[in-house]
């Protein structure tokens, strides 16, 4: 079978490993390191289905949200392709955080207290802030690249995140903002599979959204993670997924694909924090490679609306991730050509996912997220001392990476 993956990530490039287990021939796109890519905007859907059709593709994977939220899996599907990820209208649940909200709170699913505003109303949310105990948070609506939420200790703070959101800081995702009081727990990340008629949770994860050890500084799209999370117990995932598949079917949404959940659990409540709808990064790559069902037949089954068919089987060892970033991430990040070494130096037994890199021969740092590492071991201690054991191999120019994923 022939698969293309849409996007080149890290969790692309976790996706893209565990498929290539199966022996199919599998492209990716735009270009990775290493792997078999083609160089294709995830936006440019014309030049995409015309790779799928001059390639016989018989299965497309979609792995960023930006194109989901566009409506690509629509555009695949009338044209007669087997695609895997939720449509356009259940897209919406990531690309309004205001939709997700509102979802959340006519089902009856334990969420933060919100109001939310638009653009004309700058002024009343500014006013608004005093009705919420600090910390508050403000989140811009739209797709931020994961850096949306703020977390504001003051409210001179939170009236400047609600000037700046407002003022285009997140580029087209502030016409809207979510107002939202700050939940103190534990936050955990839940993976699932889902179609028509079934919710099947993935092994747990956790996730490091804070670029500096101790959860300071600013948020990123992720900097580490690990699984399982063993703060999400049977009785959790019961409290959340079957309010969430009810609601699904009330209200006609034919979701079929991934959908993260992220939580935060405070005395044994889960409160749902936000909907994503496709696989986390880094959550991806601490879960797949625990998972030992073949993953082609799985989200195979889940397109095809015949989930409640697969039995997924986990390997039992803990995994850590630590995502290797670029200097002045997540502000900015520097190119300049800087060579990445050390990587043939990595124990083949630990999981190296490309995200900001290029090159052809030598891999080149591309900015942002530029790799991630995963190990696996019998604890989850074990694996953190050998994830970071073997990132002394590597090095580029102002690599930064957090030094307490997964520390007890």
Request: aromatic share 8%.
């Amino acid at each position: 079978m022939k698969v293309l993956i849409i996007g080149n990530g890290g969790r692309e490039s976790a996706i893209y490993q565990a498929l290539s287990k199966a022996g199919d021939e599998i492209w990716i796109t735009p270009h990775s390191f290493g792997i078999n890519s083609v160089d294709i905007p995830v936006t440019d859907t014309e030049r995409l289905l015309q790779f799928a059709d001059n390639n016989k593709i018989d299965f497309v994977v979609v792995g960023p949200e930006v194109p989901l939220v566009n409506g690509i899996v629509d555009d695949f599907t009338a044209k007669g392709y087997k695609i895997f990820g939720p449509n356009k209208k259940c897209a919406q649940f990531e690309g309004s955080k205001k939709f997700t909200k509102e979802f959340l709170m006519r089902n009856n699913i334990p969420t933060a207290k919100y109001l939310s505003f638009d653009k004309t109303q700058q002024a009343e949310a500014i006013s608004a802030l005093e009705k919420f105990s600090l910390p508050v948070v403000v989140k811009a609506d739209g797709l931020a690249a994961g850096k949306g939420v703020l977390i504001c200790e003051t409210y001179d703070s939170a009236e400047q995140a609600i000037i700046d959101i407002f003022n285009d800081t997140f580029k087209g995702a502030g016409e809207t903002l979510v107002i939202e009081e700050f939940l103190d727990g534990i936050e955990a990340s839940l993976l699932c599979f889902v179609d028509e008629n079934t919710i099947v949770p993935l092994e747990t994860a956790r996730d490091y959204k804070r670029i500096f050890n101790d959860d300071k500084g600013e948020n990123t799209g992720g900097m580490g993670g690990y699984s399982p999370n063993p703060i999400v117990t049977e009785d959790i995932k019961k409290l959340v997924l079957e309010p969430i598949l009810n609601g699904f079917k009330k209200e006609n949404f034919d979701y079929r694909g991934v959908l993260f959940i992220g939580l935060m659990i405070k005395d044994n409540t889960p409160y749902v924090l936000e909907f994503n709808v496709r696989f986390g990064d880094p959550e991806t790559q601490s879960v797949l490679p625990r998972l030992k069902t073949n993953l082609l037949d799985v989200l195979l089954a889940t397109a095809d609306g015949n989930l409640s068919n697969i039995n997924l089987e986990w390997d039992e060892r803990c995994s850590v991730t630590v995502v290797l970033a670029s200097a002045g991430y997540p502000k900015t990040y520097v190119e300049n050509n800087v060579q990445i070494s050390g990587l043939d130096l990595v124990d083949k037994d630990v999981i190296i996912c490309h995200a900001g890199t290029r090159g052809e021969t030598i891999p080149i740092v591309n900015g942002g997220r530029v790799l991630s590492l995963t190990a696996l071991a019998d604890t989850l201690d074990q694996a953190r001392k050998k994830v970071y054991n073997q990132i002394k191999n590597v090095s580029f120019d102002g690599m930064q990476y957090r030094t307490d994923i997964a520390k007890s």
